[in-house]
Structure formats: C-alpha cells, structure tokens
C-alpha cells in the first residue's frame, strides 16, 4: 500500500473517557473483529489492566478502512490514561502523524486532557477533538466543546460527537481520520530507519521489538543492526496486529510492526533506538526519546521465611532478582539497584514514574514473579550541595552525607495544574499552602468550573494529596503535575531511634517547620506495634543529637494484688 493511504494516529484520553471502549468500537467497525470475538476492552490484555479496569500498557493495532472507494490502512495506539504513564503516551506520540483526543461528555475537559493536548501539539501532531458519552442522560456536549475551543484552542465545531458504547458517530470519526490526518512525511533516505517504540518479553521467542518504519523497507531474513547499542540481528519473523498476530514477509514505509529476532535481553534493545540494516545502515539515527524521569523512590525486600504457607510464592533474593530483572524486560521505566538493610537483608532500590507505577510493578512482582515482597515507604529524591562545591543525588534518607559537610539540601519542585469545581477553590488553596505550595496563578475554564496552578515540592503530593483533592472535591476534582527543577529548603534528615540505636530504614527528610508533627505520627503508630518487655522501651526522633519528640514503651510489671 502506498504511504499516501496510511494513517498513523493514537487515541488520547485521561482516564475513563472511554479510549480502550473506543477502540474497541473502531475495531468492529473495520470488520477486524467479528462478535463471536468482541469483548469490551479487547486491547487491555493484562489481568491487571482488566481488572482495574484502566489501561497501563499502549498497544497498536492495524486495520482497513474503505474511505470513498479507496482502501487507507489505519496503525493506531490505544495509549494509557494516567499521569504516571505520560512516558508510555509520549512514546506512542512519536511514532503518529495525528492523534484522537478523547473528551467525556459528562466530566468535561480535566487537567490530563491539557496535558495530553499539549503533548501532542508539542509534537506536531493533528488533534481530532472526540466528545464521547453523548448517549448519557447527563451528557452536556455543547458544554464541553466549548471548553475544548476555550482550554485548548480547538474549535467547538471541529468536535466530533460519538458514543463509543453504542457506535453513534464511529463510521464518522474513521472517515475524518482519512480525511483530515496528515499522511506519513516523504522518505528522507533509501536506507532502512525504523523507530522502536516498545518492547516485550516471550519466553519461547526473546524480545519482540515494535517499531514503526520511517525510511526504507524491511523483511524477513534482513540482518538489522540497532544503531545505539551496535549489535547485530537476523530477522526471523515480521508480524502485524490486525488485532491478532499476523505474519508478513515485510514492513514498508510509514508501516507498524513487531519483529523477532533471536534477540536474547533488554540490554540489546532500547526504546527510542532506530533500526537499520547491517550491510547498508543509515548515516544518521532518528531522534528517540528522553530516558524517562523517575519521581518516586522505595525498597523492595523478599519477604522473610522462605515460602509464604498456602500462597506458592518463593521469598528470597535470587528469586527477586528474577523476577525484577524479567519485568523490566517488559517495563523499561522503571530503575533498580541492588540494596542492603541491617533489618530487611539484601533487596532493590526501585524508582518509578509515581505512585500507581509503583503500586503496579509491586502488583506484578507478585503475580508474574511469583515472590512476596516488602516495601518501604516512599521518598523522592534530593540533590546535595557540599560544602566542596560538589553536588550528589541521593534516593534514600540514610544515604544523606555528614551534616558538617552539606551546605544545602534540594527537593524537587513539580508544576501543579488542577482542574476544579469553582465552590472547592477556597479549600484547595488552603490544602496547597498547607503543602508549602506557591500560588501563579488562577484560570476560567466554564462557569463552573477553574483552574488552579501552583508550584510544589513534590515530596508534599505522592502520599495522601491526591486523594485529599478527590474528597474535597467529591471526586469533580481532577490534576496533573511536571518536575520543574530543584530547590533549596530549611530541609533536615530525622532519625528515629529505639532504645538510642538509629533505625534507618525509618529515617525521613522533612521540611524543619513539619519535622515535630511528622515524628510524633510516626513515633505513636510504632508505640502501638512495639511489644512490652521486661524493661522500659524509649522510641524517640532527633534532628542531629537534639531529641524533638518522645514515646515511652513501659515496663511489663507484675501485679502483687492480682489474686
């Protein structure tokens, strides 16, 4: 098919919008799927995925439409909805010429609307605005478009109203793909460049790599070289999902694929690599993507005591290593290093892209490792200013260097939009400041609703913020946050301490002014998990030698008046 007629594109949404039902839709309607094989959600194929009931892996398919008696080959990417896998989305954003941009009738444009929109623009993508849900009783769509022309500079006219529960509007929305998407850019170069946009693990084949082909051909029997590592391939099986895998003898320009070849760890392949033949290889490789940014920090240990009684999951560390090792075959955005507790023994200092990532990769240790794991609470990371003009970056409390030598400790700052219901804006500020927030500034989306912007550390948002804002906002209240650079605080490492011996793995970094409140939280949850002994137990936490709050464990005694 000729690169006139093919059209790359991802479907963009923040969570329950409707993409993954969307897709579905787009699916049955291109004959891909007949009933029998329909199932709502068909793309999301993890147990997890299913039964959250939200997309965490993007997952591109290929389907045929007939738009004015000429068939368009259509390659597009179901693309996850969270803030956390705005890696996976940005992924999927370069590898497309346009992008769908999924709006829910009933909610209205949210905080990851705007950061997705602007993603895509950033890109240099074609956005088609899609108001979804319009089947609902509670559907306002001229509302909602006029937020999007509002918000997003797209015009209300311009947005397409579909029901991707019922099909309303879908035979609509493909023939405005054909007609408004751009198609591929011309070849800039005869030789092969392709651009590798995931990855996954087969235990019986290796790696599958997916890549989308920006320049050249390529086929089975080809030996590819990966232009970032320098290792070399052979091409054994090329396959496209239609939304099953098919076999094809080759990949032409602008088209979407996976390939096997006997590739045997992750280390051969990068995400954002470019792929290009080994006889005659490109001068020049595609620009990739930037390594992803992890934001949240903690340890994961194996479980003591060997095998958990009942549940067949396996505990100690080789076991872990595995099963960490294989998953970041099929996650690359995660980081691990190996770790070592007086308490917890030998385990990993893992790094993830926030807290459902975090919860996610924990989720899947579990289920496709098979090991039962603990883990620590979680921390940011902090860059250290020494007193030799020297800076290091530290991921755990107990890695802080001497007191003496540090002359300025820096936390992370993150961008904060949130889109919200204009009676909650009072409480929210308050809930910011509170957070050692900095106001910028205040913006009108509807006459219900606005949007806050505010500056934070983002030490104050991975524990309990989010859900603070849900409540406040009865669930109306949606946000999205960017790293934004470090900065200098009154910062002081806390030491907790049983019996005067320091146990590190409950030490914390904490603002001076919350450091009392935050130790006393800390010291009366472990009061009540400690034992009474024999003898007197003191739990205190100090800043340095100075003790700034106490909890006392006392003695068991025995009762001379019992009888």
């Known amino acids: 098919m000729s690169a006139a007629h093919i059209r790359n594109f991802s479907i963009i949404a923040p969570i329950d919008h409707g993409q993954s039902t969307l897709a579905d839709r787009l699916l049955q309607a291109t ?59 940005s992924r999927a954003l370069s590898a497309c010429e346009g992008a769908v941009l999924v709006v829910d009738s009933t909610q209205g444009v949210q905080a990851q609307t705007v950061a997705n929109a602007y993603l895509a623009v950033s890109s240099g993508l074609e956005l088609i605005p899609v108001i979804n849900k319009i089947d609902l009783p509670a559907a306002s769509p ?39 998407l751009p198609p591929p850019r011309p070849p800039v170069t005869s030789k092969l460049r392709a651009l590798v946009f995931d990855a996954k693990y087969d235990d019986y084949r290796g790696v599958v790599v997916y890549l989308r082909v920006f320049d050249g051909a390529l086929k089975t029997g080809d030996r590819i070289r990966m232009m970032g590592t320098g290792r070399t391939f052979l091409v054994s099986e090329i396959t496209r999902s239609t939304p099953f895998p098919e076999r094809v003898k080759d990949l032409g320009q602008a088209q979407v694929g996976a390939i096997v070849a006997s590739i045997r760890t992750l280390a051969d392949v990068r995400v954002g690599d470019t792929v290009t033949l080994d006889v005659d290889p490109a001068e020049e490789a595609l620009p990739g993507y930037e390594e992803p940014k992890q934001m949240v920090f903690c340890d994961f240990y194996p479980s003591s005591g060997g095998e958990t ?44 892209l926030g807290l459902l990532h975090m919860d996610i990769v924990q989720e899947r240790l579990e289920r496709e490792g098979g090991v039962e794991v603990v883990q620590t609470a979680p921390t940011v990371s902090y860059l250290i200013d020494l007193t030799d003009d020297t800076t290091v970056e530290i991921h755990n409390p107990a890695d802080l260097p001497d007191p003496a030598r540090i002359k300025d400790i820096r936390e992370p700052i993150v961008k904060l939009e949130i889109i919200c219901p204009t009676e909650n804006i009072g409480d929210l500020m308050r809930l910011c ?32 913020f989010y859900d603070k804002l849900k409540s406040i906002t009865r669930g109306y209240g949606t946000m999205d946050y960017d790293l934004i650079g470090y900065r200098a605080d009154r910062l002081v ?71």
């Open 31 to 89: 004959h891909a799927l007949s009933e029998r094989q329909a199932k709502a959600q068909f793309l999301d194929s993890m147990d997890l995925e299913r039964e959250r009931g939200i997309t965490l892996k993007a997952s591109a398919v290929t389907v045929l439409h007939n738009y004015q008696g000429e068939d368009y080959e259509l390659n597009f990417i179901d693309t996850p909805g969270h803030v956390d896998f705005a890696y996976e989305v």
């Open 433 to 464: 400041d509170g957070r050692r927030g900095k106001f910028i500034a205040q913006r009108f989306v509807s006459d219900t609703r606005q949007i806050l912007d505010y500056e934070l550390p983002l030490a104050e948002i991975i524990y309990d």
């Open 493 to 563: 490492k806390v030491n907790i301490l049983v019996n005067n011996e320091p146990i590190e793995a409950l030490s914390l970094i904490c603002h001076r002014d919350l450091a009392e409140h935050r130790s006393r939280a800390i010291l009366t949850k472990l009061r009540k998990q400690i034992d009474r002994h024999q003898f007197e137990i003191a739990i205190q936490a100090a800043i340095g030698t100075r003790v700034i709050a106490r909890e006392s464990i006392s003695a068991l005694r025995k009762k001379v008046t019992a009888k």
């Open 309 to 352: 009684e009942g549940s067949g999951k396996r505990a100690d560390f080789e076991t872990l290593r595995e099963a960490v090792e294989k998953l970041h075959i099929n996650d690359a955005s995660f980081t691990f290093e190996v770790e070592h507790s007086e308490a917890l023994g030998f385990g990993f200092r893992c790094g993830f």
């Open 142 to 180: 001229d509302a909602v478009a006029m937020e999007i022309e509002h918000v997003l500079g797209l015009r209300a006219e311009d947005c397409l109203l579909v029901s991707a529960k019922s099909g309303q509007g879908i035979a609509e929305l493909l023939d405005m793909i054909c007609s408004r």
